[in-house]
């Protein structure tokens, strides 16, 4: 029998001889995919199965031929994509995944051979290289916005201008003002033209109720996800959780998504039944057997060992990036719902909203300690530690900025990381313990 290390290093290997595609098709490939990423995961539940399922089927989709294939930045709202009936594909995630392939730094020397400066975000960069090496699916036409990352724009125009296609962006104001909210609803408007100009057909009434009402159904079930994720003991921790912002980021408008958060709750609801009341107030700090933290920004793809440090140590209850902030979209008003779900980012705007939001958090999951993964070339993530480490000082919550980059492992210093997370955990450790 071949070892689960053997197979991933036969697929790596495929992978690095240029086969993405022909071996996307293949059903080895899909168990295999499934592996890496229950590897990933390190979760054991039906969800992260039905998860991987979809990524697959959704990614075939984007590579068949005919089909209407969308090209997204990551925060744009892909309702609108699904309302179009057309098939979103996210190249920044694609980069995640090359990186858990272990075959981000082929792309991202290539990215750099051709002009792509290293001091730009990997996750651009290694799209990048993935583009030249054909790896990414046809684009029909390409949506951004400009939101949080002023990278991705600049990156999706030049992958426009490559495949000669459409490139339309959402030029988000950085305030909450009514005529902040007009001049979005104006082009999200003209973004929805745009996508009925490539495929030849009218997105009418009932195409946008159908994907508001997926998207608003994911919602509800997401938050119920989020409750759960409230009681006591944690049912479901990060690195686990962090995989599900594959869904935050490109399922909400489709159907699937509803129904794969609606298994998790199930799953989770089952996994408090069996082990304790559902009713346990889960308030008691005595309860916690290890200090529990919040995750800011992502995590590394090539690696989860910074996790294996916290691991039995502390507990990531709960992520920023999975954090659900707008109201249910309203199908009568598409338009300005689409701009409100946006404008209502935390990220977007002074960094005070996105303090407001992390204190909410800090009080939701009673956190102890707060870990931001700065991303090297995340101005938005990374460019605001300083006041958060400020405002939580003045909170009494410690702070941890870990530098290092999602995709690059040349641009991670396991010591280093090794040491900051060793000092951070003792320190939480013994204040945990004074105060329990
Ligand atoms: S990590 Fe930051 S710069 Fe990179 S894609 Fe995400 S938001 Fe943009």
Not at 105 to 114: D, F, G, R, T, Y
Not at 132 to 147: K, R, V, W
Not at 321 to 349: C, Q, T, V, Y
Request: net charge negative; hydrophobic share 40%.
């Amino acid at each position: 029998m071949v070892s689960y290390d053997a197979f991933r290093a036969k697929l790596e290997e495929k992978l690095s001889q240029g086969m993405g595609e022909k071996l996307l098709k293949s059903r080895v490939f899909r168990h295999l995919f499934k592996k890496v990423f229950s590897w990933q995961a390190d979760f054991q539940l039906k969800t992260t199965e039905e998860m991987t399922n979809f990524a697959l089927d959704i990614t075939a989709k984007s590579l068949k031929e005919g089909e209407p294939t969308v090209w997204t930045s990551a925060f744009f709202p892909d309702e609108i994509a699904y309302a179009a009936g057309m098939t979103p594909f996210s190249p920044e995630i694609a980069s995640g995944v090359m990186a858990a392939f272990g075959q981000a730094e082929k792309m991202l020397k290539e990215a750099e051979s051709i002009g792509f400066s290293p001091e730009t975000c990997s996750f651009h960069r290694c799209a990048g290289g993935m583009d030249i090496n054909d790896y990414l699916p046809e684009p029909a036409m390409i949506l951004a916005s400009t939101h949080l990352c002023d990278g991705a724009p600049q990156l999706l125009k030049i992958l426009a201008s490559r495949h000669r296609v459409d490139f339309n962006v959402l030029d988000v104001p950085a305030g909450r003002s009514q005529k902040a909210e007009e001049y979005l609803t104006r082009q999200i408007e003209e973004a929805f033209s745009s996508c009925e100009k490539i495929t030849g057909r009218k997105i009418s009434q009932n195409d946008i109720e159908k994907s508001f009402a997926a998207s608003n159904r994911a919602r509800e079930k997401w938050l119920e996800v989020c409750e759960l994720r409230k009681k006591f003991p944690p049912v479901l921790t990060s690195p686990a959780a962090l995989s599900f912002v594959y869904l935050n980021f490109l399922g909400y408008g489709n159907p699937r998504t509803a129904d794969i958060f609606s298994l998790l709750v199930d799953e989770l609801k089952k996994k408090l039944e069996d082990r304790f009341d559902l009713n346990h107030p889960g308030k008691v700090r005595g309860n916690k057997e290890n200090p529990y933290l919040l995750w800011l920004h992502l995590r590394p793809y090539f690696s989860r060992e910074m996790f294996d440090y916290i691991q039995g140590r502390a507990e990531i209850v709960y992520e920023e990036m999975n954090h659900l902030f707008w109201p249910p979209l309203d199908p009568d008003e598409p338009f300005k719902s689409l701009a409100r779900k946006i404008l209502s980012h935390p990220g977007l705007g002074p960094i005070d909203n996105r303090v407001e939001a992390i204190k909410e958090m800090i009080e939701d999951y009673q956190i102890d300690g707060v870990v931001h993964f700065s991303h090297w070339g995340c101005r938005q993530s990374a460019g605001g530690t300083y006041q958060l480490k400020d405002s939580l000082k003045k909170m009494g919550v410690p702070f941890l900025d870990l530098q290092g980059d999602c995709v690059d492992p040349g641009g991670f210093s396991t010591g280093q990381i090794r040491t900051r997370m060793e000092s951070f955990l003792e320190m939480l450790e013994s204040r945990y313990q004074a105060v329990n």
